[in-house]
């Protein structure tokens, strides 16, 4: 009997064990059906997985060719309408009659600001030509008359009356003055007043910064032309800018003293106390040969003079010096002679004045000292 240990049979080698050998026990509760049922759910289970997966790529398909049908058929009804709708515009401009061509608008001269401005010079050259000849016509017109009405008067002894229709082409009672001023626009008045309006701040501003009285005399002019009254407000606000700026600025050097020696050189005279009033008084007069600073020291070394012509002599300086600062301080002098006080520069009440001094009998006079 053949024996079941391996030992004893040292050169056969032991059988593999059987498949109820390698299964794990079954143990109190586990039954192989319960076994054999846990395999086929999982069997069932995966099945259902993969049926699930190959649903949603068909789905994942199916909805891309949705989209891209859909944007073909877009793209389709987008070149259909844009084609139609060419079609129509084609069809409407092909029964339209044509439209008549649009002329070229004219190039403006003012295109360029060089343009601009040569224009507007030559508009000011023509402006300034037309204000001088028209007052050169009024001026010769009203010379004209009053020349005519002087010899008249003085033939008769009575004054000339001109009747109407005399300076008429031949029709009596129709006035042909007013066609010798050309007609503006009220734009070009505003223009001419502006130019004119500027020109008088032109010659205040001369006459402030040179001390001139060429400049304030043409201003004075303004305000006494009877053709100018819409510039007699702006001739009469320069006017006092420059009395104001003259009376109060001191244009001369404090410590000027005359060159007595350059002035007098044939003279033995080394200072200013050493000149007489004659001497003075041909320093004030003298406009052509003497600088303008020393007729003011002139003037006012002139202020402790005893000689009765002094008083006259300041006030022709008034009068007919050219600078302004002269004509100051020889007003100043004047009223600290006379201890009287007068508006700046009014030379008419000066004037006034002084000649009912002369009229007064010499007991009523005031010393001048």
Same mark, same amino acid.
């Given at each position: 009997?053949?024996?079941?240990?391996?030992?004893?049979?040292?050169?056969?080698?032991?059988?593999?064990?059987?498949?109820?050998?390698?299964?794990?026990?079954?143990?109190?509760?586990?039954? *192989?059906?319960?076994?054999?049922?846990?395999?086929? &759910?999982? +069997?069932?289970?995966?099945?259902?997985?993969?049926?699930?997966?190959?649903?949603?790529?068909?789905?994942?398909?199916?909805?891309?060719?949705?989209?891209?049908?859909?944007?073909?058929?877009?793209?389709?009804?987008? !070149? /259909?309408?844009?084609?139609?709708?060419?079609?129509?515009?084609?069809?409407?401009?092909?029964?339209?009659?044509?439209?008549?061509?649009?002329?070229?608008?004219?190039?403006?001269?003012?295109?360029?600001?060089?343009?601009?401005?040569?224009?507007?010079?030559?508009? $000011?050259? #023509?402006?300034?030509?037309?204000?001088?000849?028209?007052?050169?016509?009024?001026?010769?017109? +009203? %010379?004209?008359?009053?020349?005519?009405?002087?010899?008249?008067?003085?033939?008769?002894? #009575?004054?000339?009356?001109?009747?109407?229709?005399?300076?008429?082409?031949?029709?009596?009672?129709?006035?042909?003055?007013?066609?010798?001023?050309? $007609?503006?626009?009220?734009?070009?008045?505003?223009?001419?007043?502006?130019? %004119?309006?500027?020109?008088?701040?032109? !010659?205040?501003?001369?006459?402030?910064?040179?001390?001139?009285?060429?400049?304030?005399?043409?201003?004075?002019?303004?305000?006494?032309?009877?053709?100018?009254?819409?510039?007699?407000?702006?001739?009469?606000?320069?006017?006092?800018?420059?009395? +104001?700026?003259?009376?109060?600025?001191?244009?001369?050097?404090?410590?000027?003293?005359?060159?007595?020696?350059?002035?007098?050189?044939?003279?033995?005279?080394?200072? %200013?106390?050493?000149?007489?009033?004659? $001497?003075? *008084?041909?320093?004030?007069?003298?406009?052509?040969?003497?600088? /303008?600073?020393?007729?003011?020291?002139?003037?006012?070394?002139?202020?402790?003079?005893?000689?009765?012509?002094?008083?006259?002599?300041?006030?022709?300086?008034?009068?007919?010096?050219?600078?302004?600062?002269?004509?100051?301080?020889?007003?100043?002098?004047?009223?600290?002679?006379?201890? +009287?006080?007068?508006?700046?520069?009014?030379?008419? &009440?000066?004037?006034? =004045? =002084? %000649?009912?001094?002369? $009229?007064?009998? &010499?007991?009523?006079?005031?010393?001048?000292?």
């Amino acid at each position: 009997m053949a024996s079941s240990n391996p030992k004893e049979n040292p050169g056969k080698a032991p059988a593999a064990p059987s498949k109820a050998a390698q299964q794990p026990p079954i143990g109190p509760e586990q039954t *192989h059906d319960d076994i054999a049922a846990g395999k086929s &759910a999982g +069997r069932d289970l995966v099945g259902a997985s993969l049926g699930n997966l190959r649903r949603a790529n068909v789905a994942s398909q199916l909805f891309g060719i949705s989209i891209l049908v859909t944007l073909g058929t877009a793209a389709a009804l987008i !070149y /259909w309408t844009g084609a139609a709708i060419d079609k129509a515009v084609a069809q409407a401009l092909a029964q339209r009659p044509p439209a008549a061509p649009v002329p070229a608008a004219p190039v403006s001269s003012l295109s360029s600001s060089a343009d601009f401005q040569q224009q507007m010079a030559a508009l $000011q050259t #023509q402006l300034d030509t037309w204000r001088r000849e028209q007052l050169l016509a009024h001026k010769e017109l +009203r %010379e004209s008359i009053e020349r005519v009405s002087t010899t008249a008067a003085a033939s008769a002894g #009575q004054p000339l009356l001109i009747p109407a229709g005399t300076l008429d082409a031949g029709t009596p009672g129709s006035s042909r003055i007013a066609e010798m001023v050309p $007609q503006i626009t009220p734009t070009q008045k505003e223009f001419i007043q502006l130019k %004119e309006r500027n020109r008088l701040t032109a !010659y205040a501003d001369e006459a402030i910064a040179t001390g001139l009285r060429k400049p304030l005399e043409t201003i004075v002019e303004y305000l006494r032309d009877s053709g100018s009254e819409h510039l007699h407000d702006a001739a009469q606000a320069e006017y006092l800018r420059v009395i +104001r700026t003259i009376w109060f600025l001191q244009r001369e050097n404090p410590s000027y003293r005359l060159p007595v020696g350059e002035i007098f050189k044939n003279s033995a005279i080394t200072s %200013e106390a050493d000149l007489t009033t004659e $001497q003075l *008084h041909s320093l004030l007069a003298d406009h052509a040969k003497q600088p /303008w600073e020393a007729r003011v020291r002139a003037a006012i070394l002139l202020k402790n003079s005893t000689d009765p012509q002094t008083d006259a002599r300041l006030i022709a300086a008034m009068h007919a010096d050219p600078s302004l600062d002269v004509a100051k301080h020889a007003q100043i002098c004047f009223e600290q002679r006379t201890q +009287r006080r007068f508006r700046s520069f009014d030379l008419p &009440a000066i004037d006034a =004045w =002084w %000649e009912q001094q002369h $009229q007064k009998p &010499a007991t009523e006079k005031k010393p001048a000292d």
